[in-house]
């Protein structure tokens, strides 16, 4: 059985420890690798490594930290398809869909090119009499990150890229499902120009993730999960005086007003509702009909996911794959046998639905009640859920009374009901005829409320600064023979 290995000061070092999770190929049920989960001495060492490295990194040119990124930008390109291939060969999702998260990464990286101009601070003169003032940014030290399975290249790319652009190092805990991509993406970054031990990987579950929280050399940590345990993670770093920012769980509501274009909203819900089998923190998971549109909308849903071919990556033709693990697939499947509502579309009927592997094919529920489970917990799966409201201001009230602020979209032709559902909704994304808001590596992306702990979003200008912080300068250069002593507070006019 192959066993996946951790990445170290540069190289791949086996696992000395004696837990192994498996790694399944979702397709088949079958296992096909094992993680040997890190002790705490490996841990350790990862971050030493890092911090050995941190010195020599920090003090490289910003030029020169951007030139990696290219670099890496370039070799990640190139070996895209390999990227691709083995992503979904662990994860499941499709390979076109494991294509497009890579470009999505990519982003990122492009993004952290441009450091030069993104790490630059401010400056005063004159500020008093002689006086200047400026301010500089500065890298943190060794930061970590803990990744989900769902998309195991694009969010270490959110976290790795911005850090050790600004100058930090950086330890990665990606998913024990689906850890091989990690390994892939630090030997380009070794050979990008990425000095040994800036980047670190380790594999493992839970007990990874608390050695790396109680370690003293950790400055700050990232985390994208579930809110029980992004809560639980952040609460435990911010005592140890860490820098948290943990993303957490989404409910994200797409409300659909009467004058919307009903093809393009059906289009829209089956898109973002079962693409990568629902898998995904920005998944709608709840379409929100006002008025007169419902009944034509579910129709249309429902006509359009008789349509969807689902099978293994394998297939050219599948467009959704099976879920992560056999475990999350029967709890998914849990939340039809009470739906809470009617329940149109049923995909533990489909034939993929009892071939072999973790497959579940698309269901659709109408007239859910939002006292039900299928409305309150977040499923991560292919469950769409109905809502039916009689007002746009029901509708906005579902949003914002939901514990979730992760994302949200309004498809209608109104540009002024659009403009007022931007303004009225409390939530961190948000779509006006786009299902997904995924923000442009240019932004930040996070939610609110219970989708995120921390006060910094990822990635782009708050990631950052997430990962640097600020210095103030005060100078003065005066002549010395006007030297005095002044116990006075100091005057600034």
């Given at each position: 059985m192959r066993e996946i290995p951790h990445w170290i000061n540069g190289v791949e070092v086996a696992g000395s420890g004696d837990r192994r999770l498996p790694v399944f190929d979702p397709a088949t049920g079958e296992q096909q690798a094992a993680v040997v989960a890190a002790t705490d001495e490996e841990v350790r060492a990862a971050v030493l490594a890092a911090r050995a490295a941190q010195p020599g990194w920090r003090a490289a040119s910003l030029s020169r930290r951007a030139e990696v990124m290219f670099r890496f930008r370039d070799l990640v390109d190139a070996h895209s398809k390999e990227i691709a291939t083995l992503l979904s060969a662990e994860h499941g999702k499709t390979v076109a869909d494991a294509a497009g998260e890579l470009a999505r990464g990519l982003e990122n990286v492009e993004f952290a090119t441009g450091a030069p101009h993104l790490l630059k601070g401010d400056y005063s003169e004159q500020a008093a009499t002689g006086v200047d003032v400026y301010s500089i940014r500065q890298p943190l030290g060794v930061v970590a990150g803990v990744t989900p399975f769902n998309f195991p290249a694009m969010v270490p790319m959110w976290m790795f890229c911005t850090a050790l652009v600004a100058g930090n190092t950086f330890v990665l805990k990606p998913s024990e499902k689906d850890p091989s991509v990690s390994l892939l993406l630090a030997d380009l970054l070794r050979r990008a120009g990425l000095p040994d031990g800036a980047f670190n990987v380790v594999q493992g579950d839970r007990s990874a993730v608390t050695a790396l929280l109680a370690d003293p050399d950790v400055a700050a940590l990232s985390f994208v999960g579930s809110t029980p345990v992004a809560r639980a993670v952040y609460e435990a770093g911010t005592r140890a005086g860490k820098r948290v920012q943990a993303l957490g769980g989404a409910k994200n509501h797409m409300v659909v007003l009467p004058d919307a274009d009903l093809g393009a909203a059906a289009d829209a819900a089956i898109s973002a509702g079962f693409g990568s089998a629902g898998e995904r923190c920005m998944a709608v998971s709840v379409v929100v009909a006002v008025g007169a549109v419902a009944d034509p909308l579910?129709?249309?849903?429902?006509?359009?996911?008789?349509?969807?071919?689902?099978?293994?990556?394998?297939?050219?033709?599948?467009?959704?794959?099976?879920?992560?693990?056999?475990?999350?697939?029967?709890?998914?499947?849990?939340?039809?046998?009470?739906?809470?509502?009617?329940?149109?579309?049923?995909?533990?009927?489909?034939?993929?639905?009892?071939?072999?592997?973790?497959?579940?094919?698309?269901?659709?529920?109408?007239?859910?009640?939002?006292?039900?489970?299928?409305?309150?917990?977040?499923?991560?799966?292919?469950?769409?859920?109905?809502?039916?409201?009689?007002?746009?201001?029901?509708?906005?009230?579902?949003?914002?009374?939901?514990?979730?602020?992760?994302?949200?979209?309004?498809?209608?032709?109104?540009?002024?009901?659009?403009?007022?559902?931007?303004?009225?909704?409390?939530?961190?994304?948000?779509?006006?005829?786009?299902?997904?808001?995924?923000?442009?590596?240019?932004?930040?992306?996070?939610?609110?409320?219970?989708?995120?702990?921390?006060?910094l979003h990822m990635y782009g200008p708050e990631g950052l600064r997430f990962y640097t912080r600020t210095k103030v300068v005060t100078s003065r250069w005066p002549d010395p023979a006007t030297s005095e002593v002044d116990l006075g507070f100091p005057k600034v006019r």
């Open positions: 579910v129709a249309a849903i429902a006509e359009r996911i008789g349509r969807i071919r689902v099978g293994p990556a394998t297939d050219p033709d599948a467009e959704m794959g099976p879920l992560i693990s056999g475990e999350h697939r029967d709890r998914v499947r849990s939340y039809l046998d009470r739906p809470g509502g009617e329940l149109v579309v049923d995909g533990r009927t489909l034939p993929a639905a009892d071939g072999p592997g973790f497959f579940l094919g698309a269901s659709l529920v109408d007239h859910v009640s939002t006292d039900s489970d299928l409305y309150t917990d977040e499923i991560f799966g292919p469950v769409l859920s109905v809502v039916r409201v009689d007002t746009y201001e029901q509708a906005v009230d579902l949003v914002n009374t939901n514990e979730y602020g992760n994302g949200t979209a309004i498809f209608t032709r109104d540009g002024g009901a659009a403009r007022r559902f931007q303004y009225d909704v409390v939530c961190g994304m948000v779509g006006v005829n786009v299902p997904i808001p995924v923000p442009v590596a240019y932004y930040s992306f996070g939610g609110w409320k219970a989708s995120l702990f921390g006060d």
